[in-house]
């Protein structure tokens, strides 16, 4: 068969399960117990199979700090809730505030996650998991106005990674929701690469005026920050952005480009059109890495819908269930 799943246990007890792709040697490594974390994605890339994904050596022994490793999921709210307090029909809800003083990053990136699906056929290498609010993250529930399920399937085929996110609402009440990657992204791919020989270009048309990492509710034209559109060198670059107002392509997906001219090649992020915010940030303590999180909604969406302002919180019927899209692929 061209495509397996296998998995080990680590030091900590821990399962890691790892798709391969036999036929071109890609391969991707989930830690379902740690926020169902892709902590390692291998694709074809300038003649040779690559590291996309930034982690650090040996992370999944021992795992701390999700949100610094990967694919950090942020569920079911992505980025900050000012000051941790928002209300919702008429209730006020105060959040731990665990980047003080906001709360940021939802529940789902550091639990374990279970109803874990390995699968292999002729179609690809998967693996789904699943995150209950109500059940993983149990002590939170009552910290958010409807309990949430989200379901996450990595497939691994034809050299591309696609992620699918099933949104579920299993109460009685409408649940507000959004929903984020965290996705850290080696760049220069290769270490010996020039950072200034780099472009990250991201189709863009305006960004989120921020006052101390809160949006103030004003989009601005992105040639005030810095035009992604024309590609912008990883090197010396400063960015802990949100842009927004994405241009899509033909088929109504958005594309992200993390283009190395060192190598000729490039990897692109793919987002359906429930993607309409994407955060850029340079990790300060490491110049050749670059987060690009595709977001469904602002920074603190839930308290700018309150003030009437379209952030981009969704809000999901009791029974319901809507769907995501993304895709990691490479050219070059």
């Known amino acids: 068969m061209c495509y397996s799943v296998d998995q080990r246990t680590t030091a900590h007890g821990s399962t890691v399960y790892s798709l391969h792709d036999h ?10 117990a740690a926020g169902f974390n892709l902590f390692d994605l291998r694709l074809p890339l300038a003649g040779k199979v690559r590291p996309l994904i930034a ?22 709210f992505p980025n900050r809730i000012d000051l941790g307090r ?15 003083p906001h709360a940021i990053h939802g529940f789902a990136v550091e639990a374990a996650w279970g109803d874990v699906s390995p699968n292999a056929d002729a179609q690809g290498a998967s693996l789904a998991g699943r995150f209950w609010l109500g059940r993983d993250a149990a002590t939170e529930r009552s910290l958010w106005p409807a309990d949430a399920v989200l379901i996450l399937r990595y497939i691994l085929a034809n050299g591309t990674l696609t992620l699918e996110a099933d949104i579920q609402n299993p109460d009685r009440v409408p649940l507000p929701w959004g929903l984020g990657l965290h996705s850290y992204f080696h760049l220069p791919f290769d270490d010996a690469g020039d950072p200034a020989r ?21 989009n601005l034209p992105i040639e005030k920050l810095g ?14 952005d949100l842009l927004t107002d994405l241009v899509p392509d033909a088929d109504g997906w958005s594309t992200s480009r993390l283009i190395d001219d060192n190598l000729g090649a490039e990897v692109r992020l793919r987002c359906d059109s429930k993607t309409r915010e994407l955060v850029v940030f340079t990790p300060p303590a490491n110049p ?5 999180e595709p977001y469904t909604q602002a920074t603190n969406a839930i308290n700018l819908a309150a003030r009437g302002i379209d952030a981009g919180l969704q809000v999901l019927e009791p029974g319901r269930t809507t769907v995501l899209r993304y895709r990691i692929e490479t050219t070059g």
Do not use: H
């Open 86 to 100: 928002y209300s919702w029909n008429g209730q006020a809800y105060q959040l731990p505030c665990n980047k003080p």
């Open 23 to 32: 036929l071109d040697g890609s391969s991707a490594s989930i830690l379902p």
């Open 198 to 218: 780099t472009r990250i270009v991201i189709p863009a048309r305006s960004f989120w005026e921020l006052d101390q990492a809160m949006p103030t509710g004003r």
């Open 288 to 292: 050749r890495v670059i987060a690009v």
């Open 55 to 76: 982690t650090s050596p040996g992370w999944e022994e021992a795992p701390e700090r999700s949100i610094r490793q990967g694919i950090p999921v942020l569920f079911p």
């Open 227 to 240: 035009d992604f559109r024309q590609g912008l060198a990883r090197k010396d670059l400063v960015a802990d």
